[in-house]
């Protein structure tokens, strides 16, 4: 698959790259595992010279003879000898840039933790000592999420506020992912287009590793995800394990109880019986892999709250792949596939009121999106969009077909929400219908 998008945050960093000829730039780049972060940075300076160190568990003096090797061939200077601390080899480049500026990528830089976690604090000392002389343009990034945000964001962490810019790269757009349809499925269908939305949720190596494959209809996706040799299978479960560490089992519960439509946090601890607020806590602001939803304008913190999974691909994970995976174990890959095209309907049809949240986001015509539900559960809108302002709002139903999206429905639940919340005074509203056709 050629590369999409990401203009933004190519020019971002070529940005970053042209300051630190003038100062020296340190900057982080985070995201999920397969969201693109290496490939983004390359790309962005694939005509510059760039010194690559990966981060591989091994021990620190091998890593030093491969980040030696690499600069000899990169930069063509004096080696330095045997070498057996990365702070040297970093302190020798930071005093080197200061003549001579440079790019250094340092990869999967989290585990250095695994390696020396002292490294964290020698890098910090000798940063801050040549930061001001140097013309370093530093990029670091990792593929755990959660060990790079506390390595940048925990006061208790050397390098915490160190980095001169903090990127985190998302998933793509409906709009690049109905770009990237049209290139290798000029036919495609909105089915199609939801489907590649729903499993992938954007994220560039699930979408490469199907368009790659030819994987760029419903059918051929699901056939493609569900089978021996799927990548897919075990994907969530290597990710996650990584992420949660020896606590995963009980995370795993939770996200798989969310996927199965128990959203309170008293419907999950009915089924993990256990107290899980401290669970939920760190999965939304630590992991950022749930979010917490309240009914627009709400004021209470804790009622009527729901809780969803943010990441397509996990939430498809867990609904089918966690959830059957006895069956994947003998190998039944078919009773799988069956199950998901039996439920498929009520589960895309979550993930397409999703995808018209990002499609609404993307116009930046609103200052404020959301849903709404009352208590008793009688009265609940998909999305409701305000424009502060010109004093607009507008209230969506999501329906997979057209022929079942009631206005005069919408328009009374509408009531229900002005009459409860007081709202919208004054405002001009409209009330439409998104459907399967509007993609």
């Not at 995201?31 to 983004?40: A, D, E, M, Q, V």
């Not at 005093?95 to 989290?110: A, G, H, M, R």
């Not at 990127?167 to 990237?180: C, Q």
């Not at 979408?207 to 040799?229: E, F, P």
């Amino acid at each position: 698959m050629k590369f999409f998008d990401r203009k933004a945050e190519i020019a971002t960093l070529r940005e970053i790259r042209d300051l630190s000829r003038k100062t020296a730039q340190f900057t982080v780049v985070t995201g999920r595992r397969r969201i693109g972060k290496t490939s983004l940075v390359w790309k962005a300076y694939e005509d510059d010279t760039v010194l690559y160190f990966f981060v591989s568990r091994k021990a620190e003096n091998e890593l030093c003879e491969e980040y030696l090797s690499e600069i000899g061939r990169k930069l063509g200077v004096p080696m330095l000898g045997r070498v057996e601390k990365f702070s040297e080899i970093f302190e020798y480049l930071m005093k080197l840039s200061v003549e001579c500026p440079l790019t250094l990528f340092i990869d999967e830089f989290q585990d250095f933790f695994r390696i020396n976690k002292s490294i964290y604090s020698e890098m910090q000392k000798i940063w801050d000592i040549y930061h001001t002389q140097a013309h370093i343009n530093l990029v670091v990034c990792g593929s755990i999420f959660s060990m790079m945000t506390k390595i940048f964001k925990d006061k208790k962490e050397p390098l915490y506020n160190r980095q001169t810019r903090f990127m985190t790269i998302r998933p793509f757009s409906p709009a690049v992912l109905k770009e990237i349809m049209m290139e290798y499925n000029p036919n495609f269908t909105p089915e199609d287009l939801l489907a590649l939305f729903s499993f992938t949720g954007g994220v560039a190596k699930y979408v490469q590793l199907l368009v790659d494959s030819g994987a760029t209809t419903k059918t051929k996706m699901l056939n493609h995800i569900v089978r021996a040799d799927s990548v897919f299978i075990g994907e969530g479960k290597s990710i996650l394990i990584e992420e949660f560490g020896k606590d995963y089992g009980m995370y795993f519960s939770i996200l798989s109880a969310i996927a199965r439509g128990k959203t309170s946090r008293a419907e999950i601890e009915l089924v993990t019986g256990k107290e899980i607020g401290g669970y939920l806590t760190k999965l939304e602001k630590d992991y950022e892999i749930i979010t917490k939803k309240q009914p627009l304008f709400e004021r209470s913190s804790t009622k009527n709250v729901r809780y969803a999974i943010d990441d397509n691909f996990f939430m498809f994970w867990f609904r089918f792949i966690y959830r059957y995976n006895y069956m994947l174990e003998i190998e039944n890959y078919e009773s799988v596939r069956e199950i998901i095209s039996r439920d498929y309907e009520t589960f895309s049809g979550l993930m397409l009121e999703k995808y018209f949240r990002r499609v609404l986001i993307e116009t930046k015509s609103y200052t404020r999106i959301g849903g709404w539900w009352d208590r008793k559960g009688e009265n609940e809108i998909d999305i409701i969009a305000e424009n502060e302002l010109d004093d607009t709002a507008a209230f969506f139903e999501v329906k997979r077909k057209a022929a079942n999206f009631s206005r005069p429905r919408l328009e009374e639940k509408a009531g229900a929400f002005l009459r409860a919340t007081g709202e919208f005074q004054d405002y001009s509203l409209t009330y439409n219908g998104l459907s399967l056709a509007d993609m």
